[in-house]
């Protein structure tokens, strides 16, 4: 009887162990994936380079100007879970990704997995890059490659058990990983609200840090750009729907000069990490800017996703 | 009646040192207001929201270039606790704010020049020396300042 109680354990043991690994492997693109796209452009790369805010992680902390395209890594991301180093991306080719195949650089930023087959920290917001265009992801590759090639290691993550088990991010990935779009906008949106949504959500990633997150780290989406407590402690990361709280008395106008110029329209100043972020949104076209703004006010409103303070 | 002005201005500026001794946050807020205002005419002549003007545009310049040289006076030791924003880094990287202030004050008092006795001739002219200034907004709110509600 103990010996089969034993064996029973035994098993389910094993069949859970197994059911984790097989649900938390890491996944990849289809092998032909990539064929259908067009040649890569470094030129339409640029702009998704600032789209998506690469250099705010991995220039080199504090960089400004030119130093922003040295892609060096080194900025620490400090959260509950440990702190995150950025790593060097850089087309060097053995301290950057100078070496990579388009197919690796694409999995990683639409699978979340390295080369070697490994689950990126979502602290790399591939979670939003996975609703990024294939064409788009290679023409940022593109750019990457003409930029400067730099040396170093940017050092490693300090976590602590059990977020040490890359393994895990599997199941993190499964539970909150989607791709598919956040918002459902009408049939009657415009294609500036269109375009605003695959830059808001995709390549822009500003859910990352404006959507509030349960204790596992996953976003709450029901609180979609609500504003949420800084995931690096200090403050809060403000509210963007028109809801309470929120951006509601701002125009169109307001919002694609606040990114453009860094100004709110009572000329209070972009701060904090935004102030990187708007760097960013300020390369980007007119168009672009404009979209971002239409998408922003389609956005359902929602109430502050964070405590009031006082 | 020249005394009764006299008396009432030194009133005025020792009630405003009490609640400047006593308030330091509320003092730097209504420094940053009359900044914010300042720099909101400016944006709006540049955005030609409201029509070019050197008499305003140097009083914005002054206002700016006021707030420059007195804003660094009201962070003592302590004063980043209750209703405000200013980041621990105040604190914790005195020097960095302090070079943060000077480059404001460098900046406001070369656009006062560049202003001349009537302000700056045109907009142009007005863009080219206020440009500097806006831009310490920003790199002193990147690490100065803390978003809190």
């Known amino acids: 009887m103990k010996k089969k109680l034993l064996t029973t354990a035994l098993i389910v043991i094993a069949g859970g162990g197994a059911a984790f690994w097989l649900l938390s492997a890491p996944t990849s693109l289809e092998a032909g994936a990539l064929g259908a796209l067009e040649a890569p452009s470094a030129e339409r790369g640029e702009q998704v380079f600032w789209a998506g805010g690469c250099a705010s992680c991995h220039a080199r902390p504090g960089a400004d100007g030119d130093a922003r395209l040295e892609l060096a890594g080194g900025v620490e991301l400090k959260s509950d879970f440990g702190t995150f180093v950025a790593p060097n991306i850089s087309p060097h080719m053995q301290d950057g990704i100078g070496g990579w195949s388009d197919m690796a650089f694409a999995n990683a930023m639409l699978h979340g997995v390295s080369?070697?087959?490994?689950?990126?920290?979502?602290?790399?917001?591939?979670?939003?890059?996975a609703r990024m265009e294939p064409q788009d992801v290679s023409d940022l590759f593109a750019f990457i490659k003409t930029l400067p090639e730099v040396e170093g290691d940017a050092g490693e993550h300090q976590l602590s058990f059990p977020f040490t088990m890359r393994r895990g991010i599997g199941l993190w990935k499964l539970a909150y990983m989607h791709d598919e779009p956040v918002v459902a906008l009408g049939a009657d949106a415009s294609d500036a609200e269109r375009r605003g949504q695959y830059l808001v959500e995709g390549a822009g990633h500003c859910g990352e840090c404006h959507t509030p997150r349960n204790i596992a780290g996953g976003q709450l989406y029901d609180q979609w750009l609500a504003g949420a407590v800084s995931a690096e402690g200090e403050g809060i990361v403000p509210n963007i729907t028109t809801g309470d709280g929120g951006i509601g008395s701002w125009s169109a106008g307001d919002i694609a000069y606040y990114l453009e110029s860094g100004f709110t329209p009572e000329f209070d100043s972009v701060g904090g990490a935004m102030v990187s972020v708007q760097k960013n949104m300020a390369r980007l076209s007119k168009e672009d800017r404009d979209a971002i703004a239409a998408y922003l006010l389609a956005v359902q409103p929602k109430p502050n996703g964070y405590p009031s303070s006082r | 009646?020249?005394?009764?002005?006299?008396?009432?201005?030194?009133?005025?500026?020792?009630?405003?040192?009490?609640?400047?001794?006593?308030?330091?946050?509320?003092?730097?807020?209504?420094?940053?207001?009359?900044t914010a205002a300042s720099a909101g005419l400016a944006g709006a002549m540049m955005k030609e929201e409201l029509a070019y003007n050197p008499a305003i545009a140097k009083a914005a310049i002054l206002t700016l270039n006021a707030g420059a040289k007195s804003y660094g006076a009201f962070f003592p030791e302590g004063s980043g606790e209750g209703d405000t924003t200013a980041a621990p880094a105040i604190w914790e990287d005195a020097a960095g704010f302090q070079a943060a202030l000077d480059k404001y004050m460098t900046d406001t008092a070369a656009a006062l020049d560049a202003a001349g006795k009537d302000g700056p001739a045109d907009l142009a002219s007005f863009q080219a020396a206020i440009g500097p200034v806006f831009s310490n907004c920003k790199s002193c709110h990147e690490k100065f300042r803390v978003q809190n509600n």
């Open chain 2, 1 to 34: 009646m020249k005394k009764i002005a006299l008396a009432v201005s030194a009133l005025c500026l020792s009630v405003s040192g009490v609640a400047a001794a006593d308030d330091p946050i509320a003092v730097r807020k209504s420094i940053m207001q009359a």
């Open chain 1, 115 to 129: 080369p070697e087959g490994e689950h990126y920290y979502p602290a790399f917001p591939y979670p939003s890059y």
